[in-house]
């Protein structure tokens, strides 16, 4: 068989290599010397490492812990812009932020392969929101961000470590309960949201502000409390994903994927804490 058909023979090295003979590649000496330096390049190849998944460009947990990291990183730089930057423009802003995330999360979440920049887009959007929202909140209750922050990062360390455990996993019959529980809080919050624009609820919180009847138990701390455990289990879902990812070959690009799941999950968990917090401060 002609050495041409490996590809291993193809490469730059060994053409470079070759041309070092005899231009006509007829003597003796010039034909032991390429077979020498084939010989070692063989060698060398042989005993180089193997390739791993980013050579190879296959997902790894570092590239899903870089591109997480510069996706909060767009968050903050989008939470700074009302906060600091244009403290006069704080509602506007954070009702462009609220619009354009949502519609961002839906596009990302809906196509077929990801999109970086509609990816870091969703995440300046949501920086918008969430830095008006604390902003706000900030001004009413001293400290709420830092509250909520500690908050967000406990459950994301702990369910974290639970996960690395083994204790927890998502099944497909905690799956299943996870999709219904999501959708009765979607819809809720949905109807809640009406209530408030249309002011049929003068609360700023709507029903989340009204207490639970016989108590003066705020009906939102419970929301909010089942919420958080819904985000838990959301980053649940995600850390499963990325290892199911990391450990079938998934391509590199879609480790993106992995990095805007956590993003959402993360500011999701951060605005229920908030918002329960500030329900909790504010009945007190």
């Not at 730059?12 to 231009?23: L, Y």
């Not at 949501?126 to 009413?140: K, R, S, W």
């Not at 049929?200 to 207490?211: E, K, T």
């Amino acid at each position: 068989m002609a050495l041409g058909g490996n590809p291993v023979f193809n490469g730059k090295n060994f053409r470079t290599a070759a041309r070092g003979g005899n231009p006509a590649g007829q003597g003796a000496t010039a034909l032991a010397g390429q077979s020498a330096m084939s010989t070692t390049q063989m060698e060398d190849l042989y005993n180089q490492p193997s390739a791993g998944p980013s050579q190879t460009g296959r997902m790894t947990f570092d590239d899903v812990i870089v591109k997480t990291v510069l996706s909060i990183g767009v968050v903050l730089v989008g939470a700074a812009v009302p906060a600091f930057l244009l403290p006069g423009l704080v509602m506007p802003l954070m009702i462009v932020g609220m619009v354009g995330g949502l519609v961002l999360g839906l596009v990302n979440a809906f196509k077929r392969e990801p999109v970086p920049g509609l990816i870091l887009a969703y995440a300046f959007l949501q920086g918008l929101f969430v830095g008006g929202l604390t902003m706000v909140l900030e001004a009413q209750f001293p400290n709420i961000a830092l509250q909520a922050l500690v908050g967000t990062l406990t459950v994301f360390a702990i369910t974290l470590a639970l996960f690395k455990s083994g204790k927890v996993r998502a099944s497909p019959k905690g799956m299943k309960i996870f999709m219904i529980a999501i959708l009765g809080y979607a819809a809720f919050s949905l109807i809640n949201l009406g209530l408030m624009l249309f002011g049929v609820s003068q609360d700023p919180w709507g029903m989340r502000g009204a207490s639970i009847p016989g108590t003066d138990i705020p009906f939102g701390l419970v929301i909010g409390i089942f919420a958080i455990g819904l985000a838990a289990f959301s980053l649940v879902i995600d850390f499963t994903s990325i290892s199911e990812g990391v450990r079938n070959g998934a391509p590199q690009k879609y480790s993106w994927t992995a990095a805007f799941g956590l993003t959402v999950t993360l500011i999701w968990l951060y605005v229920e804490f908030i918002r329960l917090i500030a329900i909790m401060r504010g009945s007190e």
